[in-house]
């Protein structure tokens, strides 16, 4: 097991002016399971890919265990790699499969045996243990995959969005194992996803990328509540947090035809900040049906069950702007019905350009 740290680290393309990964600064915890997530371009596959060896490191350096492995060739890092499509020998068995890479090591053949049916009995696939790829299903591979990876003991395990290519009932069933598995296993793995709902219900800790710089990280509770800034707050949360530029009164800020309450901490900054524009953040299920100031007209409503999410546009800056409200699943409002609405939880406010958080973020 080790650490991982990427100090100031930079990946910049030959012929691009601006750098992949932009001098990121990242200490990964023994035994963690780290999930870097972003947009399409954001990174964080360049990151994964810079401590695999697999990139070059313009700038800056890596280090696993406090042992710098900027310059080191990727065979010798004692990492295992877990690819989004797994790149299984389609000619071998899973044994084969799973024990290929000791072999290629030079480890006997009675330990590369032991080994494989090891991480077979953790994994359940000592029933599959001779069949070829083929004749497995996706969730199946995956776990060959996997299991190729635990075999070898590596210090970091580095997983490039292994689930990407299962169906989404396999995806939820697997990430739910693969948590399970690595707190028994114990070893520090990185987590490539831009899934935020897979980064979210993964990760001990989420490392939000936006091209190429860290935007925050920190446990996913705290990424929901504090977001740290503009860009973390709509992208974290499902569906996305409300963003709504306000309209700004001397030292009040109006959402709809309410004044909205700020903590005094936010009211210093607010008076502080040189910025003209700002942004109002409220999660849906922090605004209410239950009655308030502003008045709504419903246009979609989504029934999930237990809850139901509805967008509804308010009159707000001269214009209608949507929102959408998480209310109980039981509700009776359907589109075209005019719902009163009020906020019934914390505001986030943020710099209009620059993103910046107002504010202290709650503990």
């Given at each position: 097991?080790?650490?991982?740290?990427?100090?100031?680290?930079?990946?910049?393309?030959?012929?691009?002016?601006?750098?992949?990964?932009?001098?990121?600064?990242?200490?990964?915890?023994?035994?963690?399971?780290?999930?870097?997530?972003?947009?399409?371009?954001?990174?964080?596959?360049?990151?994964?890919?810079?401590?695999?060896?697999?990139?070059?490191?313009?700038?800056?350096?890596?280090?696993?265990?406090?042992?710098?492995?900027?310059?080191?060739?990727?065979?010798?890092?004692?990492?295992?790699?877990?690819?989004?499509?797994?790149?299984?020998?389609?000619?071998?068995?899973?044994a084969g499969n799973m024990g290929f890479a000791l072999k290629q090591q030079g480890v006997s053949k009675?330990?590369?045996?032991?080994r494989v049916m090891e991480a077979a009995k953790i994994l359940d696939l000592e029933e599959y243990l001779d069949r070829k790829p083929k004749n497995l299903s996706g969730g199946q591979r995956q776990r060959v995959a996997m299991g190729r990876a635990i075999v070898r003991s590596p210090q970091v395990f580095l997983m490039d969005e292994p689930l990407s290519n299962l169906d989404a009932k396999l995806?939820?069933?697997?990430?739910?194992?693969?948590?399970?598995l690595q707190?028994?296993?114990?070893?520090?793995?990185?987590?490539?996803?831009?899934?935020?709902?897979?980064?979210?219900?993964?990760?001990?800790?989420?490392?939000?990328?936006?091209?190429?710089?860290?935007?925050?990280?920190?446990?996913?509770?705290?990424?929901?509540?504090?977001?740290?800034n503009l860009f973390v707050a709509g992208f974290i949360g499902s569906p996305a947090m409300n963003l709504i530029e306000a309209d700004r009164s001397g030292d009040e800020l109006h959402f709809g035809s309410s004044v909205v309450a700020l903590p005094a901490d936010?009211?210093?900054?607010?008076?502080?900040?040189?910025?003209?524009?700002?942004?109002?953040?409220?999660?849906?299920?922090?605004?209410?049906?239950?009655?308030?100031?502003?008045?709504?007209?419903?246009?979609?409503?989504?029934?999930?069950?237990?809850?139901?999410?509805?967008?509804?546009?308010?009159?707000?800056?001269?214009?209608?702007?949507?929102?959408?409200v998480r209310i109980d699943g039981e509700t009776t409002v359907s589109r075209g019905d005019n719902m009163p609405i009020s906020i019934d939880g914390p505001v986030h406010i943020f710099e209009a350009d620059s993103g910046k958080r107002l504010g202290t973020p709650p503990e």
């Open positions: 097991m080790a650490t991982v740290t990427y100090d100031s680290a930079s990946r910049i393309y030959p012929g691009t002016e601006k750098p992949a990964v932009n001098e990121l600064k990242l200490d990964i915890g023994d035994g963690e399971l780290l999930v870097l997530v972003g947009p399409s371009g954001s990174g964080k596959s360049t990151a994964l890919r810079m401590l695999a060896g697999l990139e070059f490191v313009d700038k800056g350096s890596i280090l696993i265990d406090d042992r710098d492995v900027t310059l080191t060739p990727p065979q010798d890092r004692d990492i295992a790699m877990v690819f989004q499509n797994y790149a299984l020998y389609p000619n071998m068995t899973v009675e330990e590369r045996a032991k995806r939820v069933s697997t990430r739910t194992q693969l948590v399970d707190a028994r296993l114990g070893v520090t793995t990185v987590y490539v996803t831009h899934d935020q709902v897979e980064a979210m219900t993964m990760g001990h800790r989420v490392a939000v990328l936006d091209h190429g710089v860290l935007q925050q990280v920190d446990t996913p509770r705290r990424l929901y509540s504090a977001p740290a936010v009211q210093a900054d607010l008076k502080a900040s040189s910025a003209t524009r700002f942004v109002i953040g409220i999660r849906p299920e922090h605004l209410s049906n239950a009655g308030g100031g502003l008045n709504s007209n419903v246009t979609v409503v989504e029934e999930l069950g237990s809850d139901a999410f509805v967008h509804a546009t308010i009159q707000h800056g001269g214009g209608d702007v949507t929102i959408v």
